[in-house]
Each structure stands twice: as C-alpha cells, then as structure tokens.
C-alpha cells in the first residue's frame, strides 16, 4: 500500500479532503512530534479509513514533506522585502523581512518543530532544512552584492556573516515560538522578536565597524 503511485488531486473534492488530510496531520504533530507520528493517528484524526489516506500520502514521510514544502515556500516568499528596498533602506528592508518571517514561524510553529526533530532521525528532513536555510541566505547575499558591492565583513565572508545571522533568527523563532510554552508568562511578541533580530542583522553588515571593514560602495549607498 505504502508503494503504490501518488498522484495529486485533480478535483475539487480531492483536494479539500488532502487539505483535511494535512490539516490533520498537523494536530497529531502538535501533540506528539514527528517520531512517534502515526499513519493510523491521522486517519483517525481526520475520521477517513487508513487506505483513503494512503492514497492520498505514501506514508509519514510523504505526508510531511507535503506540509514542510508548503511552508518552506510561503516563508521565503514572507522574507522577500531585501530585494524591494535593502539599498535605499536597509533597517526597514531587514524588519519587513524579519518579520514576515518570524510572523509565519509564529503561524507554523507545530510544523517547524516537527521539522527541527525530524531533521535529527532523518537525513532526508536535515537536507530539507538546510535547503531552506541556504535559500533564504544565497538570497540576502546575492542582494547584499549587487545593491552595495559587500563580500566581506571585517575580513570575513559576507555569507558566513548571513549564515550566523539566518542561525540566530532561526534559533530566536525556535525558542520565542516553538517552544513558547516554556516561556510561561514572558511571551515574545512577534514586532518585539523582529526589532530584537533586525538591530543586531543590520547592525552586523551596516554598522560601523561592518562599514569600515567592507567595500566602498557602502558609504556611498547609504549617503544616497
């Protein structure tokens, strides 16, 4: 059963209930996380016969990814404002990104969990996770190039520079949000957890000792 063919629904009716299927699916991750996830649990969850779901998803694998890559795409799709306006205002450009960013982890925060554990037992999940990772980075510094001639940062490479940062909004979302329950009474804003992460991201590459350390072009692009 769990090798038959997969094919995405075509009708109206097919894609409501894989829609049901996945928004099942991410109750039973919220309650008990990736490893111990179940086929049957979702099944039941979503009240279907376990070979109704199976034709819809292969097994937990497939159905996990089908959520992740969803939320993969609308999180970089959150985080595009570097590309609007990072040269004529880098501060507002990196707190739009910021947060839209953490805004969506916020939203998704039981799949983003799952995702940190699974990519722990499973190495096609830790690819996954560092695909998004490299996406959202190879983006800010393609930007960073081509709007201001930066490719290093007090003599370091500017993407080791972004990696460090893309690790510290990724642990920051990971802690404030999806481990907000050991927060108790101190929660984290979402406005509050992106003006926290976009001084010290701008800060890193725009101020500065950042500025005496890399190429001209910068003086020059934020005098224009």
């Known amino acids: 059963m769990a090798d038959q063919t997969i094919q995405f629904p075509t009708t109206p009716k097919g894609r409501r209930t894989r829609s049901r299927l996945l928004a099942s699916a991410r109750r039973v991750l919220a309650r008990n996380g990736y490893v111990t996830l179940k086929m049957t ?18 097994n937990k694998e497939d159905l996990f990814r089908a959520l992740v890559e969803g939320i993969h795409e609308a999180l970089f799709e959150a985080s595009r404002a570097p590309n609007k306006h990072l040269a004529t205002d ?49 983006r800010f510094t393609g930007a960073l190039k081509a709007k201001f001639g ?35 009474e101190r929660p ?7 003006r926290v992460v976009t001084r010290i991201w701008h800060d890193a590459f725009f101020g500065p000792d950042a500025r005496s350390n890399s190429n001209a072009e910068v003086d020059r692009a934020n005098s224009d």
């Open 188 to 194: 984290v804003s979402v406005d509050d957890a992106a």
């Open 41 to 58: 649990d979702v099944a039941d969850e979503a009240g279907v016969s376990l070979g109704a779901l199976y034709r819809y998803f292969r």
């Open 150 to 184: 930066i490719e290093t940062i007090d003599g370091v490479p500017a993407r080791l520079v972004a990696e460090a940062m893309a690790a510290m909004v990724e642990q920051c979302a990971y802690v404030w949000f999806s481990q907000d329950e050991q927060l108790g």
């Open 90 to 138: 880098p501060m507002g450009a990196l707190l739009e990104a910021n947060r839209g960013y953490l805004s969506l982890y916020s939203e998704n925060r039981d799949v983003m969990r799952a995702l940190i554990e699974a990519s722990t037992v499973d190495k096609r999940f830790r690819g996954v996770w560092w695909a998004m990772r490299d996406r959202h980075v190879d």
